[in-house]
C-alpha cells in the first residue's frame, strides 16, 4: 500500500486509488499519517478537522471517519492498518509506504552522493525525490497546527533538493535541458539567490553569456525591490567570472562517466584501442530528427532506457548489443521519447546516431535491403561498393560499425522481420527501436511501455502550446480536455495547437466538443496532426477476426472488459465457457498491436483487458462504418445475454451461500453492470435492460449498491415509459421505490410503490405485486400506515403462499410480523415471525434466515424472552457476517444494545460498544432509519446512566432524524424521552 500526502492525500492500493470521501476523512487520515505508528488522540484529530472549534458531534463524527478509512484500507491491505485503543487512533504503515518518508530519504542518500563526488548516483536520487510530488503538499486538506509547520518544511525542503539536482545535472553537463527548469523556479522563487546563481551558471556554459548577464541584473534588482539588499558574494563572484570570460571561475567540479553523458571524448575509444580516430571518414554522423521543443515528462522511462543502453552496463556481456524497443498505444509519443533519449545518449554514442523511418503508412513497405544501403551510403560506403545481396549488405553493415561507439534508432517497425538485417554485431553499439507492436521475437531485446501522460504532465503540455494563463483561467474546462485527450501526447498536441490557433475561443469550447464521443476523434485533427489516423494505422494491420472483435469493443459502454465478451461477440454463445484458442489468440493479437491491454485478474481469476478511451472511439466509428445496424444491434444484444447469464446465477449464490467470490466477483463488475444497463436502455435494448435490473435488485439491496440503483432503474423507467411497456413501468418504479426506501426517501418510495402495484395488478401480474406489497408494508409500518402496511402484507403472505414460493412467503410473513410488532400486538407478532423462522430454516438461505431471526429478536426482547432472543441475535450476525451483509450486521449490533440495555439498565454503559459499533456502520452505509434508532437507544442508556446532557444529545438527533424519515410515532416516543430528560 502507498500513502501519498505530496499533493492531493491519497491512499493506493493494488495499483488504483482508494476512495477516502470528502475532505474531514482525508485530513483525518493527514493527522494520523504525521504520527503514523503512534496513538494520536480523539481530542488531538478533533482539533485539527475542525481548527479549535469542534462541534458537540465531534467524538462521533470522528469515529464514523475512522470507521470509514479503516474498512477502505483495510480491505485493501488485507490487514488491521487503523486501530482504536485507549491512547487513541493509530495508523499503522511501513517508513516506505509514505511518499514524505521516501522523499527525505532519498535527499539524503542523494546529498550523500553528492559529498561523495558521485553526481550521476546523486542526479538520479534527486531526479526520484522531486517525481513523488504530484502537486501542493497535502493538498485540498485544510492546514492547522502541526499539519501548517509541516507543510511549510516540505516546500522548503522541496526547493533546496531542486537546488541540489540541479547542481549535480551541471556537474553532469545538462546544461540546456536545465536552462528553461531554473528560470521558472527563479519566477517563483525569486528571492532565493542559489537558484539565481545556477541559471547562470547553466546559461554561460551553453554559450549564452549575455542571458547570464541579464539573469544577474534581474536577480540584483528584485533583491534590491524587496528586500533591499545588494546580491551575495557567491552571486558578485559568478557575476565577475561571467564578465571577465573566466571558466575556472563559472566550472564545477570535474563530472564522473555516467550512463548519459561522457563529456570530452577522447579522439581514440580507450575502450577500442584498434579503432581509428573519430575524424575518419564519415564519422562522427547524426541522423536523429529535431528534438521536439515542448516534450514533457518520461524521465523515469528514459533512464531505464539509458541504463539498459549503456555499453558500460555491467550486467551485460561486453560483446552483446543491447537492444531496447519502446511500445504503446497509437499516439502515445513512442518517437518523440526515442527522439529525446536519442539526443540525450549522443555523448555516450560519440562515433554516431544513425536513424531510420520504417512506417509503411505513406507508402510501400521498404525491403531490409534497401534501407541497409542507404544506411551503408551514409557512413561513407561508396555505391559501387555495395553488394547486391542483403545479406553481404548486413555484413558489410556489421564491420563498419564494428569498434565504434554508435547508436541505430529505427522508428515504427512493424515487425521483427524488418529488424534482423538492421542489428549491427559490435558491443559498442546499441538499437534503439519504437514499435505499435508488442515485439517479443528479439532476443534479448528489453521490452519498455510508454504510458500515456498523467494529468500534470499532460497540463505542462497544453501550457507549453498554447500558454499557462489560457488554462489557467479555466481550471474546470482545463479539466475536461485533459480527460477527453486520455494522456495521449497526440491528442494533447492536436488540441493545444487548435487552441493556440483559435485564441478568441475559450477553452470550454474545444472540451465541450471533446465530450462527445462520437465526434472526439473528428475534433483532435490540426494541420498534418490526426489522431485518427494514428489508430487506423494499427487497425488497417489486424486480420479481419481481429478487427471485427475490435469493432465490436467500441460498442460495450466501458473500456475494462472481461475475457468472455469477446468469446460472446465471436460465438454468441452466453454460457459459462471459457474462451477457447480462436478467442484467445484474436485477444492476443490485439494486445501485440497495442490496441487492447491485459489489465488483471478478477477474483475467479479470468483476465480482464481495457481498451484505451480514443480507441474505443475509433473502434465505435469503425463498427458505424462496417457494421449494419442489424449487425450492431446483434453484437449488443450477444453481450446483454451474457450478463443475463451470469448476473441471475451470481445473485442466487449470493442469496444461498454468500460466497464471498460472487461478492467479489458482483463488487468487481458493478460499474460495468451499472454502465451496461443506462447504455442498454439509452440504444433500444429496454427489454434485457428490464431483465438486468430485475436480476439486480436484490443484489442492490443486499450489496447497498444504492445510487447505481437508482441510476440503472430511472434509465430503464425512461425507456419503457418511452416505449410504453406498462409491465416494465411498473418494474423499475418498484426497484425505484425500493431504492428510494434505502436512501430515506420515504415519500418519493411511496407514490413508486402504489404506482407500480396498481398497474401490476391491473396486468395480472401476481407475485410481483404481492413481492412489491412486502417491501411497501416495511416501509409504511415505520411511518404509521400501520392499517394499509397490515392489508398488504396479509395479502402478501396469502398470494406468495398460495403460489409456493418459500423465499417470498418468509418475506410476507417477516413483513406482517414487523406491521404487528408496530401494532403493540406483540405476542401475535411472535407467533407470525416463528412461522417465518421455521420457512426460512426450510429455504436454507443464509440472509433471509438472518433477517427472521433478528425480527424475532426485536419482538422477543419486548415480551421479555431475553435468553431466546439473545440466542436468535448471535445466530442472525453469523449469518449476516456470513453473506457480507453490512446492513443487517448493523441492525444486529443496534438490536444486541437494545437487549442489553432492556435486560439490564442498571449496567446500562454495556449497550454502548454495540451501540456505538451500529451508529459507525449506519453512518458508512448512509443509512439514516438505522442512524436515528441507534441515537434514541443511545439517548436511553445515557439516560439509564444518569447522564441527562448528552441523553438530550442523542434524543435530538434522534428526533431530527425521525422527522426527516417521516416516522411520526418514533417522534412521538422521542419527544416523551426528551420531556422525561428535561429537554
Known sequence: MEFRVLGPVEAVGVGETLPLGGPKPRTLLAALLLDMNTAVTADRLCEML??????????????????????????????????????????????????????????????AAMAEGDHWSAAERLRAALGLWRGAAFDGVPHHSALHVEVSRLEESRIAVFEDHAAARIALGEYEELVPELRAQTAVHPLRERLWGLLITAQYQCGRAGDA?????????????ELGLDPGTELRRLHQAVLARDLSLVTGPPPRSSPIRQLDPPAQDPAHPGAGPRSAGAWPICQLPTLIADFVGREKLLGRAATLLAPSNARRPPTVVPVVILTGLPGVG???????????????????????????????????????????????????AIP???????????????????????????????????????????VLITSRARLAAIPGAHLLDVEPLDDTDGRTLLDRIAGTRRFATEPEATEHLLVGCAGLPLALRVAGARLAGSPHRPVRWLAERLADEQRRLGELRAGDLAMRAC?????????????????????????????WIPAVIMSGVAGDEEPDDSVDDILDALIHANLIRAHHVDPEGRPRYR??????????????????????????????DGWLHRVPAARERLLRTGADAATAWLEYERPALAATVEYAARSGHGEQASELVAALDDICHQCSWLDDWERMAQAVLERASAEGDRRRIAMAQGSLARAGVGRGKAHEAMRWFVSAIEQLDALGERRQAAYLRVHSSFAIADRGMTE???????????????????????????????????????????????????????????????????????????????????????????????????????????????????????????????????????????????????????????????????????????????????????ETRTRHELGTSGG
Open 213 to 225: 548577464l541579464h539573469s544577474y541584473a534581474r536577480a540584483r534588482r528584485t533583491l534590491r525591490d
Open 535 to 563: 489508430v487506423a494505422t494499427a487497425y488497417h494491420g489486424l486480420a479481419p477476426d481481429a478487427a471485427r472483435v475490435f469493432r465490436a469493443l467500441g460498442l460495450i459502454p466501458t473500456g475494462e472488459f472481461p475475457s
Open 388 to 430: 547486391a545481396a542483403e545479406s553481404q549488405r548486413a555484413a558489410l553493415f556489421r564491420s563498419k560499425l564494428a569498434d565504434r561507439r554508435v547508436l541505430v534508432v529505427l522508428d515504427d517497425v512493424m515487425d521483427t522481420s524488418q529488424v534482423q538485417y538492421l542489428l549491427p554485431g559490435g558491443g559498442g553499439c546499441a
Open 788 to 970: 394499509d402496511a397490515y392489508t398488504d402484507a396479509s395479502a402478501a403472505v396469502a398470494v406468495l403462499s398460495e403460489l409456493g414460493d418459500l423465499r417470498g412467503t418468509v418475506l410476507a410473513l417477516r413483513s406482517l410480523g414487523a406491521v404487528l410488532f408496530q401494532q403493540r400486538r406483540e405476542a401475535e407478532a411472535a407467533r407470525v415471525l416463528e412461522r417465518a423462522l421455521d420457512a426460512a430454516e426450510r429455504l436454507r438461505q443464509p440472509l433471509a434466515l438472518a433477517d427472521a431471526l433478528q425480527a424475532l429478536a426485536v419482538t422477543e426482547i419486548m415480551i421479555g424472552r431475553y435468553p431466546a432472543a439473545a440466542r436468535h441475535l448471535d445466530r442472525a450476525l453469523i449469518h449476516y457476517r456470513g453473506v457480507r451483509h453490512r446492513p443487517g450486521e448493523a441492525y444486529a449490533h443496534y438490536t444486541i444494545g437494545r437487549l442489553r440495555l432492556a435486560r439490564a439498565p442498571e449496567r446500562a454503559d454495556e449497550a454502548f460498544g454495540p451501540l456505538t459499533q451500529a451508529a459507525e456502520m449506519f453512518s458508512e452505509l448512509g443509512e439514516r432509519r438505522g442512524e436515528a434508532l441507534t441515537a434514541f437507544m443511545l439517548g436511553r442508556a445515557y439516560a439509564a446512566l444518569g447522564d441527562r446532557e448528552r441523553a438530550r444529545g442523542s434524543f435530538g438527533a434522534a428526533l431530527a432524524g425521525f422527522r426527516a424519515l417521516r416516522m411520526p410515532d418514533w
Open 334 to 384: 513512442k518517437t518523440a521519447a526515442a527522439t529525446h533519449l536519442a539526443h540525450r545518449l549522443r555523448d555516450t554514442f560519440p562515433d554516431g546516431q544513425l536513424y531510420v523511418q520504417l512506417d509503411t503508412a505513406r507508402g510501400p513497405r521498404r525491403t531490409s535491403a534497401a534501407v541497409l544501403a542507404d544506411l551503408l551510403l551514409s557512413i561513407g560506403v561508396p555505391g559501387s
Open 611 to 640: 481498451i484505451h478511451d480514443l480507441l474505443r472511439a475509433y473502434a465505435a466509428e469503425r463498427a458505424a462504418e462496417e457494421e449494419s445496424p442489424a449487425r450492431r444491434r446483434e453484437i449488443v444484444g450477444r453481450v446483454l
Open 50 to 111: 475542525w481548527a479549535g472549534s469542534p462541534p458537540a458531534s465531534a467524538h462521533a463524527n470522528v469515529r464514523s471517519y475512522a470507521a470509514g478509512l479503516r474498512r477502505v484500507l483495510n480491505a485493501a491491505s488485507g490487514g488491521d492498518r487503523l486501530s482504536h485503543g485507549r491512547q487513541g487512533y493509530r495508523l499503522r504503515a511501513q517508513p516506505d509506504e509514505l511518499d514524505l518518508r521516501l522523499f527525505d530519504d532519498l535527499a539524503a542518500r542523494g546529498r
